[in-house]
């Protein structure tokens, strides 16, 4: 006879460890287990295709991070994603988000980064990797959103950030970080203000002030309003094809070159820009986004 409590508890982060860890009879007890909900709904979690490019897409629109590793094998794994990842309180929310799944028996070096053992494992990571927040088993839809909700959350962080930009205002690295916060509560304008006073100090390192370059014309293009879009477009320009002509972050700054090229009506200048991003990084996010609006386009 199978005892109740060897059976993984829905709503209360049942999960799935690897085979060989697994008694027999929680093996067989999930035979007995059935699949609440119906998968049929039209929300649908939109999946990055791999994890480089959603970090590349997260660092560039300045957003969290949701990763899924799962398994094969795992079989809380595929009532989260029947369950939980169809619920549409949940897709709206993962809609701020950069979504992605990690097969751990096959990016293994991606799951030993983030020390993942059991599954489901969901970790939240902040735009430059770091870890924000981890769970583990499987989550309801309604155990889930607050969840998402509170990742989501960027108070605490703004409030301990705005403190130590006051301590040390000369900090470029800190007010560049601090701008980054900001953008990502989608205050872009803040963000733009803080990047004007970092360019306007003396002795920052020539890095953080082409990065700082960058983000505001990004910020600026994301905001909308004035500047007008020429200025932002030209503004762009000028930081593709002279200041960050050999930076690391080109590929980014073509993009959103092309973006602006194509809300300003330069239509031909839009395509040869996202044709060139396609060639330069054609395994990245942004050559992903290139295809799509060049497909989009007609062209």
Not at 80 to 97: F, G, H, I, P, S
């Amino acid at each position: 006879m199978i005892d109740s409590r060897d059976v993984p508890q829905v709503g209360r982060g049942a999960g799935c460890v690897p085979p060989t860890r697994i008694i027999a009879g929680v093996l067989s007890s999930l035979f007995l287990v059935g699949v609440v909900g119906s998968a049929a709904s039209a929300a649908e979690v939109r999946w990055a295709s791999a994890f480089p490019t959603a970090m590349e897409q997260a660092r560039s629109e300045q957003k969290y991070v949701m990763v899924d590793f799962f398994t094969s094998w795992c079989h809380w794994c595929k009532v989260l994603d029947q369950k939980t990842y169809n619920d549409v309180r949940v897709t709206a929310l993962t809609d701020r988000m950069v979504s992605v799944k990690i097969n751990a028996e096959i990016d293994k070096s991606v799951a030993a980064t983030y020390a993942v053992r059991v599954y489901p494992t969901i970790v939240f990571l902040n735009p430059d990797g770091s870890l924000r927040r981890r769970i583990t088993g499987f989550q309801p839809p309604e155990v889930f959103s607050p969840i998402l909700e509170d990742v989501l959350k960027s108070d605490t962080e703004l409030f301990a950030i705005s403190r130590q930009v006051g301590a040390a205002p000369r900090d470029g690295l800190l007010r560049l970080d601090y701008s980054r916060v900001l953008a990502r509560t989608g205050d872009f304008r803040g963000a733009t203000a803080q990047l004007d006073t970092l360019l306007s100090l003396d002795g920052i390192r020539e890095e953080t002030r082409l990065n700082a370059e960058l983000d505001r014309w990004i910020c600026l293009l994301r905001s909308g309003g004035e500047p007008r879009t020429s200025e932002v477009r030209k503004g762009l320009e000028t930081w593709v094809k002279k200041r960050g002509k050999h930076h690391d972050r080109r590929a980014e700054g073509l993009y959103f070159l092309a973006l602006a090229e194509e809300r300003d009506g330069k239509k031909k200048d839009a395509r040869r820009g996202y044709l060139e991003i396609m060639k330069f990084r054609p395994a990245s996010w942004f050559a992903e986004e290139a295809r799509i609006r060049l497909a989009a386009a007609g062209t």
